[in-house]
């Protein structure tokens, strides 16, 4: 069981990025998935969720820029991020909590870099 997180990078400030966290050994349709970020020296905050029956959240400061999905037939949550800013920067982890097993999962972290 694991979640593999990948799609992060090197971006212009204004660039786009598209986060993938891709579940194995669990179906994330009946998971909660949430993107989470740390950057160096800062707590982890919840930057996106999105729930089972597909409600979603977010942190206040990337409303309007960045966007969760999830994409079911390749078992894949989805975290599109545009009009990137520096302090955008950090990692990024995604996490999946089924509630029906009790399952938390986290992924390894994806490194994103606004800069110019």
């Known amino acids: 069981v694991q979640l593999q997180a990948s799609g992060g990078g090197l971006v212009r400030p204004g660039g786009s990025l598209r986060l993938s966290c891709k579940a194995s050994?669990?179906?994330?349709?009946?998971?909660?998935v949430t993107w989470y970020r740390q950057a160096p020296g800062k707590e982890r905050e919840l930057v996106a969720g999105?729930?089972?029956?597909?409600?979603?959240n977010y942190l206040e400061s990337v409303k309007g820029r960045f966007t969760i999905s999830r994409d079911s037939a390749k078992n894949t949550v989805y975290l599109q991020m545009r009009s990137l800013k520096p302090e955008d920067t950090a990692i990024y982890l995604c996490?999946?909590?089924?509630?029906?097993?009790?399952?938390?999962?986290w992924g390894q972290g994806t490194l994103v870099t606004v800069s110019s």
């Open positions: 999105i729930t089972s029956d597909e409600n979603t």
């Open positions: 050994g669990i179906v994330l349709l009946f998971s909660t």
């Open positions: 996490n999946a909590y089924t509630s029906v097993s009790d399952t938390n999962i």
